[in-house]
């Protein structure tokens, strides 16, 4: 039993690692930034499930979540777009509900920094 | 080095098996472990989607008539149902696995089944579970109730104190109904939590750790 434990945790540990190596992005802060509010965002493991998803993405470089504003916000790669109806689809198999979208104008940090303010 | 120092904790709980009941987004893995005066189970596995997992687990009892009782199944976990509203999330989510049971020297097929329904806002958290157990010539029936309660409000790259009680029953135990407060944290995608129980053995501690990875 001990060794089926054993090649249990090596194999998902070796996924994990896959993962973090397909998902090792040069962050670009030229792309467009694109601002969720998702229902049933409550919790820490939720916020992780959806960072998590979204991280997951080709078209994303940063993913930030705040749990006091229900708010994803996204930095997207230079040239790269994230469909409205394809983040729909995404937030929904995550589990939750997509309230609002939004493309604001500032940079990624600076809602970051707005939305971190707001919630103290 | 995160991920294998979360298992290496696990472990380090002495923990004899595993068992999994959580569901997460698509492609997310999780650990449950829990570390009891009357059981002990871990869970390990991956959600294929956002609405069910697969893993593996076990139970491991150590009270009752004298002889332990432990299972190790594979598991699939269904959220049968989520509300999301703007400030809250309730879940019923159901799971059954089948795997291998021994009870006082005898080995044959085990079964289980769960059912959790939960509620919870940043402030508030409500659960319900009930998890059944079945090896060869035994069964275990554990009932958990546990309310928590957020002592201030903390965002997901902070350490998120909660405070929770927790009232528990495990037919056959002997020990009645076990309960006592516990101190949850929480950090992004790791959750710990200790335990002071009380039963009609006395004062016990328990632990608890939960990650998705």
């Known amino acids: 039993m001990k060794k089926l434990f054993a090649l249990i945790i090596t194999s998902l540990c070796l996924i994990c690692q896959a993962d973090e190596k397909t998902n090792t992005n040069t962050p670009s802060q030229t792309g467009a930034v694109v601002q969720l509010t998702v229902d049933g965002l409550v919790c820490n493991f939720c916020a992780t499930n959806i960072s998590k998803t979204f991280s997951k993405l080709p078209e994303v470089s940063e993913v930030y979540v705040n749990l006091a504003a229900k708010a994803v916000l996204l930095q997207l790669k230079e040239g790269k777009k994230l469909p409205e109806d394809q983040t729909k689809q995404i937030v929904t198999e995550a589990g939750f509900n997509l309230r609002g979208i939004s493309y604001p104008k500032d940079s990624f940090n600076s809602i970051k920094e707005n939305l971190k303010k707001s919630a103290k | ?213």
């Open chain 2, 1 to 213: 080095m995160k991920k294998y120092l979360k298992l290496l904790f696990v472990l380090f709980l002495g923990i004899k098996s595993l068992h999994a009941q959580m569901v997460s987004a698509p492609g997310i893995n999780f650990l449950k472990a829990e570390y009891g005066h009357t059981f002990s189970y871990t869970e390990i596995g991956r959600s294929f989607t956002g609405f069910r997992s697969v893993g593996f687990g076990g139970y491991s009892f150590n009270t009752g008539e004298g002889k332990s009782i432990e299972a190790e199944v594979a598991i699939v976990n269904q959220l049968l149902k989520r509300w999301n509203t703007e400030d809250s999330q309730a879940n019923i989510v159901i799971g059954g696995g089948v795997g291998r049971g021994r009870t006082g020297g005898r080995e044959g097929w085990a079964g289980t089944a769960s059912v959790l329904a939960d509620w919870e806002n940043r402030r508030w958290h409500i659960m319900l579970q009930e998890q059944a157990v079945f090896v060869p010539s035994a069964s275990r029936l554990v009932s958990t109730l546990m309310g928590g309660w957020a002592p201030y409000l903390a965002e997901y790259d902070e350490w998120a104190p909660w405070i929770y009680y927790t009232v528990q029953h495990e037919n056959g135990a002997g020990v009645g109904f076990v309960h006592g407060p516990s101190l949850v944290l929480m950090h992004q995608d790791l959750l710990l939590e200790l335990r002071v129980m009380h039963s009609s053995h006395g004062y016990h501690a328990e632990a608890g750790i939960r990650s998705l990875f």
